[in-house]
């Protein structure tokens, strides 16, 4: 049933260690891949460069979906002034949402 020339397993109580020594490596593989005296300052104008790229387009598609949302709470307030503007005539909203299309 049990064998007497049996090994006990060893188990490390923590698998932290193994990804504190993965990140730290990963922290000086980045070190030395941007601190690099031959091409470490084009590397960082790089990524420079591309963190001003996102992050203008990030603040246009932010500009563009404010810009958007002040447009159709407008809308909803002149779709309310005029239910109360003229209380006897119901609104047919089917026809007042949605982009405008042409008919053929």
Do not use: C, W
């Not at 397993?9 to 990963?26: H, V």
């Amino acid at each position: 049933m049990f064998s007497r020339n049996r090994q006990p397993e060893i188990r490390y109580e923590s698998d932290t260690s193994m990804f504190a020594i993965l990140g730290a490596m990963g922290i000086g593989a980045a070190l030395m891949y941007f601190l690099d005296p031959d091409s470490g300052r084009l590397r960082r104008a790089l990524v420079h460069d591309q963190m001003t790229h996102y992050k203008t387009i990030g603040m246009n598609k932010t500009e563009a979906l404010v810009h958007q949302a002040a447009n159709q709470t407008r809308g909803a307030i002149a779709k309310v002034q005029n239910r109360i503007a003229t209380k006897d005539e119901p609104i047919n909203d089917a026809a007042t949402s949605g982009p405008a299309s042409s008919v053929n």
